[in-house]
């Protein structure tokens, strides 16, 4: 005999269904029984990103024979692309398929495209014949070959996109945040999510990357294969036990029509008077526009404003149809300023991306040249070091969290520490120490090579050690952890409540641009200086490579002197909204 379930058990969660299309009950659906298969198949996502991505350069120089600034442009490349296609993730997720069917269909060519990768490795014709690197007699891979590396690498970047989109969203429709007891439950959700994330780099970073330089690349991708599986298999069998949200809809459209209607508009003369202008106030029984956050008014990008003049070719009598692409409430404009305002932010961020790229590019290949021994007998591998970079960033999370916020909330009357703009600067501020750290050490590099007739022997070990490089991936590591958490903050909380997926795409925009923007930046790099001295020679030992990293660290100089002065102008949306006599809106947990 079952006992009766209470009022509570039986309980529909508002705005969610099962798996049957009918409202899904507290009792049986989401929670922690849906959300650890969620989190499962996130830790094993980074687990074979990573996995690949860190040791890829490796791959391409030794085994595929490419050049060095080459192989830093296929892995930037790679991650950029990952990165950039999660706007289409999102998009595709919020438009069509939904979370749950973006995340399935993500893992699944994710997987496709790493099985490719393995095969790769495994089928003799397609890897160039071995040889010395560096010899006259190595023969850099061909079109066929280049052809089945990229077809695995962009199939899986595609993946990893559509399932990044979504995967962290799908793992908060599985708690109710108008339960007191689910929101508590949901932000622990994000500290298991962050922490398995960070478990699944480390686990990439040395075991996976272990075995594919001790054991063999095959078995290190077939892992990497076989994991992917493995964490889709369990992401759908928890099929039944999930809460699914219904399409929210294109943002972009919003912002699209906002622009449009300005733009039909031009000619038409402002009113002295904002209170004339179309808004919220003036629909009737639209329920969904009225449950925005209001925002006040502003007298900056004055243009859009005409988006929302009533005239005799606007339908209007007391009801309006939203989103025609002539007429826009003003309360849509403002949000549209909102969102203008993040913008430069967003540019002056990106080039600390850009410096996080030559941590899994040059960096590496400058480990592959050094004393990687522990001991006498067990030798790390060059792309192990990036287990630095993640430890980095743990610590400097569980500092932050421990050390500097009860700090703030102490001495600076400040619960939640650091602003996200101070944040990024700090962040900013590591980058740049990275790249001197990064080219002292390389300039001492070669001074060892030179010293000991190293120099035109590009396998040669140089009696150096590897850990010289450790600086550089402590300061970017500690970077990251700042600026990503301060980022991802700042775009969340700034932006207006229904743009919040358009807003993180930003965010996610600009560690793709960072990667994009390094792959250019190493090109014309290499082009102009191929003719003297080459600066990304192919030969290390032969380079210049501490000038890059000079240039890189006046660059961020130059960055940061903008971000420091568009962050001094720069008000932020919860002042806005004091000033007019707004409460702000919970903006939920801050996470990805």
Same mark, same amino acid.
């Given at each position: 005999?079952?006992?009766?379930?209470?009022?509570?058990?039986?309980?529909?969660?508002?705005?969610?269904?099962?798996?049957?299309?009918?409202?899904?009950?507290?009792?049986?659906?989401?929670?922690?029984?849906?959300?650890?298969?969620?989190?499962?198949?996130?830790?094993?996502?980074?687990?074979?990103?990573?996995?690949?991505?860190?040791?890829?350069?490796?791959?391409?120089?030794?085994?595929?024979?490419?050049?060095?600034?080459?192989?830093?442009?296929?892995?930037?490349?790679?991650?950029?692309?990952?990165?950039?296609?999660?706007?289409?993730?999102?998009?595709?997720?919020?438009?069509?398929?939904?979370?749950?069917?973006?995340?399935?269909?993500?893992?699944? +060519?994710?997987?496709?495209?790493?099985?490719?990768?393995?095969?790769?490795?495994?089928?003799?014709?397609?890897?160039?014949?071995?040889?010395?690197?560096?010899?006259?007699?190595?023969?850099?891979?061909?079109?066929?070959?280049?052809?089945?590396?990229?077809?695995?690498?962009?199939?899986?970047?595609?993946?990893?996109?559509?399932?990044?989109?979504?995967?962290?969203?799908?793992? $908060?429709?599985?708690?109710?945040?108008?339960?007191?007891?689910?929101?508590?439950?949901?932000?622990?959700?994000?500290?298991?999510?962050?922490?398995?994330?960070?478990?699944?780099?480390?686990?990439?970073?040395?075991?996976?990357?272990?075995?594919?330089?001790?054991?063999?690349?095959?078995?290190?991708?077939?892992?990497?294969?076989?994991?992917?599986?493995?964490?889709?298999?369990?992401?759908?069998?928890?099929?039944?036990?999930?809460?699914?949200?219904? %399409?929210?809809?294109?943002?972009?459209?919003?912002?699209?029509?906002?622009?449009?209607?300005?733009?039909?508009?031009?000619?038409?003369?402002?009113?002295?008077?904002?209170?004339?202008?179309?808004?919220?106030?003036?629909?009737?029984?639209?329920?969904?526009?009225?449950?925005?956050?209001?925002?006040?008014?502003?007298?900056?990008?004055?243009?859009?404003?005409?988006?929302?003049?009533?005239?005799?070719?606007?339908?209007?009598?007391?009801?309006?149809?939203?989103?025609?692409?002539?007429?826009?409430?003003?309360?849509?404009?403002?949000?549209?300023? %909102?969102?203008?305002?993040?913008?430069?932010?967003?540019?002056?961020?990106?080039?600390?991306?850009?410096?996080?790229?030559?941590?899994?590019?040059?960096?590496?290949?400058?480990?592959?040249?050094?004393?990687?021994?522990?001991?006498?007998?067990?030798?790390?591998?060059?792309?192990?070091?990036?287990?630095?970079?993640?430890?980095?960033?743990?610590?400097?999370?569980?500092?932050?969290?421990?050390?500097?916020?009860?700090?703030?909330?102490?001495?600076?009357?400040?619960?939640?520490?650091?602003?996200?703009?101070?944040?990024?600067?700090?962040?900013?501020?590591?980058?740049?120490?990275?790249?001197?750290?990064?080219?002292? $050490?390389?300039?001492?590099?070669?001074?060892?090579?030179?010293?000991?007739?190293?120099?035109?022997?590009?396998?040669?070990?140089?009696?150096?050690?590897?850990?010289?490089?450790?600086?550089?991936?402590?300061?970017?590591?500690?970077?990251?952890?700042?600026?990503?958490?301060?980022?991802?903050?700042?775009?969340?909380?700034?932006?207006?409540?229904?743009?919040?997926?358009?807003?993180?795409?930003?965010?996610?925009?600009?560690?793709?641009?960072?990667?994009?923007?390094?792959?250019?930046?190493?090109?014309?790099?290499?082009?102009?200086?191929?003719?003297?001295?080459?600066?990304?020679?192919?030969?290390?030992?032969?380079?210049?490579?501490?000038?890059? /990293?000079? %240039?890189?660290?006046?660059?961020?100089?130059?960055?940061?002197?903008?971000?420091?002065?568009?962050?001094?102008? /720069? +008000?932020?949306?919860?002042?806005?909204?004091?000033?007019?006599?707004?409460?702000?809106?919970?903006?939920?947990?801050?996470?990805?």
């Amino acid at each position: 005999m079952t006992l009766p379930q209470t009022q509570q058990e039986t309980k529909a969660v508002a705005d969610a269904w099962d798996y049957k299309g009918q409202p899904a009950l507290k009792s049986t659906s989401g929670g922690w029984s849906g959300a650890a298969m969620i989190l499962g198949v996130e830790a094993v996502e980074r687990l074979v990103t990573l996995g690949i991505a860190v040791n890829l350069v490796v791959y391409l120089t030794r085994t595929m024979h490419l050049g060095n600034a080459s192989a830093a442009n296929i892995v930037t490349n790679f991650m950029g692309t990952s990165y950039i296609l999660t706007l289409l993730g999102g998009y595709v997720a919020d438009t069509f398929l939904g979370r749950y069917l973006t995340v399935g269909v993500g893992a699944t +060519v994710q997987a496709i495209g790493v099985t490719i990768l393995t095969f790769s490795t495994i089928v003799p014709s397609l890897q160039p014949p071995k040889c010395d690197l560096g010899s006259a007699s190595c023969i850099p891979a061909n079109g066929k070959q280049l052809a089945v590396l990229f077809t695995a690498l962009y199939m899986t970047a595609l993946g990893t996109a559509f399932l990044k989109s979504s995967v962290s969203g799908f793992g $908060t429709d599985q708690f109710d945040e108008s339960d007191p007891k689910e929101k508590g439950r949901m932000i622990k959700f994000f500290s298991w999510f962050f922490f398995l994330i960070n478990v699944g780099a480390l686990t990439a970073v040395t075991i996976l990357v272990y075995i594919q330089d001790k054991v063999g690349r095959k078995f290190g991708y077939g892992i990497c294969a076989c994991a992917i599986v493995v964490g889709l298999v369990v992401f759908l069998s928890g099929t039944k036990k999930y809460r699914f949200k219904k %399409l929210v809809g294109n943002p972009l459209a919003q912002f699209a029509s906002v622009f449009v209607a300005a733009w039909r508009k031009r000619h038409m003369k402002l009113p002295s008077d904002a209170s004339v202008l179309f808004n919220v106030d003036d629909i009737i029984g639209d329920e969904n526009v009225k449950d925005k956050q209001k925002l006040p008014h502003s007298k900056e990008f004055r243009f859009l404003d005409k988006a929302a003049i009533k005239d005799s070719s606007t339908e209007f009598s007391g009801t309006a149809i939203l989103n025609n692409w002539n007429l826009a409430t003003l309360n849509d404009v403002e949000e549209v300023k %909102l969102v203008i305002r993040m913008l430069p932010t967003w540019g002056t961020t990106i080039m600390f991306w850009t410096v996080y790229a030559q941590m899994t590019t040059f960096s590496v290949s400058q480990a592959t040249t050094m004393d990687r021994h522990i001991g006498k007998s067990f030798e790390i591998p060059p792309a192990s070091l990036t287990a630095f970079f993640v430890a980095s960033v743990m610590l400097v999370i569980v500092f932050y969290d421990r050390i500097i916020v009860p700090l703030c909330a102490r001495y600076l009357n400040n619960p939640h520490g650091f602003t996200p703009l101070q944040r990024i600067a700090i962040g900013l501020v590591m980058s740049i120490f990275a790249m001197i750290a990064a080219a002292l $050490t390389e300039i001492r590099r070669l001074n060892v090579a030179q010293s000991h007739g190293l120099t035109n022997n590009p396998n040669a070990v140089i009696p150096m050690s590897v850990f010289w490089l450790v600086p550089q991936f402590l300061l970017v590591g500690g970077g990251e952890a700042l600026t990503y958490i301060g980022q991802l903050d700042f775009f969340l909380r700034e932006c207006p409540k229904g743009m919040k997926t358009m807003s993180t795409g930003l965010f996610i925009s600009t560690i793709s641009l960072g990667f994009f923007f390094s792959s250019i930046l190493v090109s014309i790099v290499d082009k102009v200086t191929t003719k003297t001295r080459p600066w990304l020679a192919d030969n290390l030992n032969q380079g210049k490579l501490y000038d890059f /990293y000079w %240039l890189l660290a006046i660059l961020s100089v130059l960055n940061m002197m903008l971000f420091f002065y568009c962050a001094k102008r /720069y +008000v932020y949306k919860e002042k806005r909204l004091a000033e007019a006599g707004i409460q702000m809106e919970d903006s939920g947990p801050v996470c990805h």
